[in-house]
């Protein structure tokens, strides 16, 4: 559970570091404070749990409003959109679309557009229409090597721009795991067996995160996924950068 | 806290130790250092050995564990005195290095996490390269290096290698090309040091001896403020590659072979250390395509250690201070692979993924539309002169649409100034010329990814040949795209078109392909 575990353990680890005091008197720089803790507690368990929300939407950037679910009852239920092993970055987005800046808002609609274009003919559904901003398929289903290839953090973004909540692969590359949970794009959760090959695209799935399971409503069947782990909070709160400031590492 | 007295020995301890030849190092300081090297053993059984699992300490009654190379770098750049793979830690990040594609965003990210008054951790340490998208008319792409421009004026960027001139790269001094090359042929890779790149091939540059591996944009907009990354630190797979260098075999052909055996997952969250006789013998462009791949099998970065060859290319190219590093006796790899490279033979990737291994000449019944030869991976002015040794040895011009890419502005006059070994003085260029290759063109990445659609040799659709005769084919083969190409990936639509079909290879292989308009290995032209 290498992928999962290595956001997790990164966020349980942290060890107090100065950072460097930088020359400059106009520095605006907030202090990073990296807390001390003992590895044994997670930083989520200093929250209390807030009420459930059992409105399923899909997490946007930190832009959006602070989330009101928790890790354990966050659900999320729709289309779901099968695809195979090595789905690499420029089948997710297209180089041609990299001039599209994810930081400029109409830009990032515009990527959620494009998201899975790149999928060769032998797919024969579209994931976004055309004409379309966002895709009716809100989880997408992969294989071994999710986002492999390029670094580009354009994929995730595409994804989440798309409307995707979460992606539940076999496996993942690792710039895209990672990119996926400092953007807080999409989930990326995964599998114990090979969804992949037992789901079709438009079956109704639901994905349960304190059950840690898939649920085919379609085809009646459940499936075992792996915990995010502490990866989980940092989607939640919309990114690194959000969860950094929600737990005090960054002071606003 | 490197160790000053550090040995490199690739001799871990479960390999018979007379099967085992390779250099070992010694550092006493960084400027002065020799290398001793042990005879090479002849006697290597098999042209790779099954992987075998390192064994446990307690069996290596060593009593404090070593640290590979990869290890001792990220612990020196974290203030510890020792890591293991899969401690995380905060890691002080020497050179941060982003491009036209994804500076814009990094930087968006910056201003909106830090304030669009803040100012970046240390102005000499990133260095801002345009490269992907610049010779286009598509307006987007030329907004992203003006966004790189204002950037870099209003933080007073040392390193900024602008391009404002489109229609004449040579009229902008400052602008270098491909990232990865330039941040080589600038000074900016060192021994030791930890570089970050917002590109996946950012891995090119552990052929310094040092840590370096791409990032995405929240990532590097984490750096730009804060100068400091959370990084795993992964366990590493070694690769013995002994035996002297066939004369028809690249690097390329090297790290085919690799991928090619462990997947393109491989070594997903590890890192790939590059040792042996045969990597000693690269030369630095050499050991830089070896490394430029490893994000192919998924490798998070990839590492050969630092020698006379390292040094004597940075002499003259930096002046700050470096330390290289060198794996400890007692370091546990994940696992070992060995190869004797004297028995390997020209290889490509096919379509549709880098792990998709074939030896060339048994994909001689393949018709291709055209070979590129360019990008960070086959761009680089030893590509060229490879390429242009084929062309040389054949005499003949190639049958295909073949299209050159220089990487960087250097290396684009390297291809016009350099003499050709055995050429009787003539250059790369003149060479290509005679073959009949289109002139060599802007230095950029070009079309390796595809790009804006008015992209110089994009795929998107099939290649008329001017050759007359063959024009009634290709009317026929009009859907027809295939590439050999050296670049680093064949995934669909990579170079373009979702429907063109990219076989990777070495300059050799891919020049020896021109000739004859079929995937061929280069032997034909080279024996």
């Known amino acids: 559970m290498a992928a999962s575990a290595a956001l997790s353990n990164s966020i349980t680890a942290f060890k107090p570091s100065p950072c460097q005091p930088r020359a400059a008197s106009i520095n605006p720089l907030p202090s990073i404070k990296l807390p001390s803790i003992s590895s044994n507690y997670p930083l989520i368990s200093h929250f209390a749990p807030t009420p459930k929300n059992p409105t399923i939407t899909p997490l946007r950037s930190a832009a959006a409003a602070a989330p009101e679910t928790t890790n354990s009852s966050t659900t999320f239920h729709g289309l779901c959109y099968v695809v195979g092993d090595n789905i690499d970055t420029d089948q997710i987005i297209p180089a041609e679309y990299l001039t599209l800046v994810p930081s400029n808002p109409d830009e990032y609609k515009k990527l959620g557009s494009y998201a899975l274009c790149g999928l060769p003919s032998s797919y024969p559904t579209r994931f976004v229409e055309p004409g379309e901003f966002t895709s009716k398929y809100s989880i997408v289903i992969g294989g071994d090597n999710f986002g492999c290839g390029s670094s580009r953090e354009h994929a995730p973004v595409a994804l989440g721009a798309a409307g995707v909540a979460a992606v539940v692969a076999e496996s993942y590359a690792r710039i895209f795991f990672r990119n996926s949970v400092s953007t807080g794009e999409v989930y990326p959760l995964e599998s114990e067996v090979r969804i992949c090959e037992e789901c079709k695209t438009g079956d109704v799935v639901t994905v349960e995160f304190g059950e840690s399971r898939l649920i085919n409503h379609t085809t009646g069947k459940e499936y075992k996924l792996k915990p995010i782990g502490d990866a989980g909070p940092v989607i939640e709160a919309g990114g690194i950068f959000a969860y950094a400031r929600k737990t005090g590492m960054i002071s606003n | ?89 905060w890691v002080n990040v020497d050179v941060l290095m982003t491009h036209d594609v994804c500076g814009p965003g990094s930087i968006g990210i910056f201003k909106k996490e830090f304030g669009q008054n803040a100012k970046v951790w240390d102005r000499e340490k990133l260095v801002i390269i345009p490269d992907h998208y610049i010779f286009t008319s598509d307006e987007r792409a030329n907004r992203n290096v003006d966004i790189l421009r204002d950037f870099c004026t209003e933080q007073n960027i040392k390193y900024f290698y602008d391009i404002k001139d489109l229609g004449n790269f040579r009229a902008n001094p400052d602008y270098k090309g491909v990232c990865h090359v330039a941040l080589a042929q600038e000074g900016h890779c060192r021994p030791g040091e930890v570089l970050l790149g917002t590109d996946s091939h950012t891995c090119t540059a552990g052929a310094f001896g040092q840590f370096a591996t791409g990032i995405g944009n929240t990532d590097a907009g984490f750096v730009l403020g804060t100068g400091k990354i959370l990084l795993k630190v992964p366990p590493t797979l070694r690769f013995v590659m002994d035996g002297e260098m066939p004369d028809y075999l690249l690097a390329k052909d090297l790290i085919l072979q690799i991928i090619g055996e462990i997947s ?56 700050v201070p470096y330390e290289p590093v060198y794996s400890d006796e007692g370091a546990r790899y994940l696992k070992e692979y060995r190869f004797d490279v004297s028995k390997l033979e020209p290889l490509v990737a096919k379509p549709h993924s880098p792990d998709n291994r074939a030896l060339a000449r048994e994909c001689k019944d393949v018709k291709i539309d055209r070979v590129y030869i360019g990008s960070c991976t086959g761009g680089k002015t030893e590509d060229f002169m490879a390429a242009a040794k084929v062309f040389l040895a054949s005499g003949k011009k190639v049958k295909v649409p073949t299209f050159l890419v220089p990487a960087t502005q250097k290396v684009w006059m390297d291809v016009y100034s350099l003499p050709v070994p055995g050429a009787g003085g003539k250059t790369c260029s003149q060479i290509f010329e005679e073959a009949g290759c289109d002139t060599p063109a802007s230095p950029s990445c070009g079309a390796c990814l595809g790009g804006p659609k008015d992209t110089y040799a994009r795929m998107n659709e099939a290649q008329a040949s001017y050759y007359l005769f063959y024009r009634i084919i290709d009317l026929l083969l009009i859907f027809y795209r295939v590439c050999v190409s050296t670049t680093n990936r064949n995934f669909p639509g990579r170079m373009g078109h979702k429907e063109g079909q990219i076989y990777l290879a070495s300059p050799y292989t891919a020049a020896a392909s021109a000739l004859t308009g079929y995937v061929t290995d280069p032997r034909e032209f080279l024996q």
């Open chain 2, 1 to 89: 806290m490197a160790s000053s007295s550090a040995i490199a020995s690739s001799s871990a301890p479960f390999i018979n130790k007379k099967d085992v030849g390779l250099s070992a190092f010694s550092s006493q300081s960084s400027f002065s250092v020799q290398t001793a090297r042990k005879r090479i053993s002849k006697k290597i059984v098999s042209v790779m050995t099954p992987q075998q699992t390192q064994r446990t300490p307690a069996t290596t009654g060593s009593v404090k564990t070593g640290m590979t190379m990869t290890e001792k770098i990220l612990a020196k750049a974290s203030d510890k005195p020792e890591v293991s793979p899969g401690d995380n830690v």
């Open chain 2, 264 to 319: 393109v997952a491989g070594a997903t969250y590890k890192a790939m250390e590059f040792v042996g006789s045969t990597v000693e013998s690269l030369t630095m462009e050499e050991r830089m395509t070896l490394c430029n791949m490893v994000v192919e099998a998924g490798g998070k970065n990839g590492v050969i250690p630092a020698d006379k060859t390292t040094y004597d290319y940075l002499e003259g190219r930096t002046s």
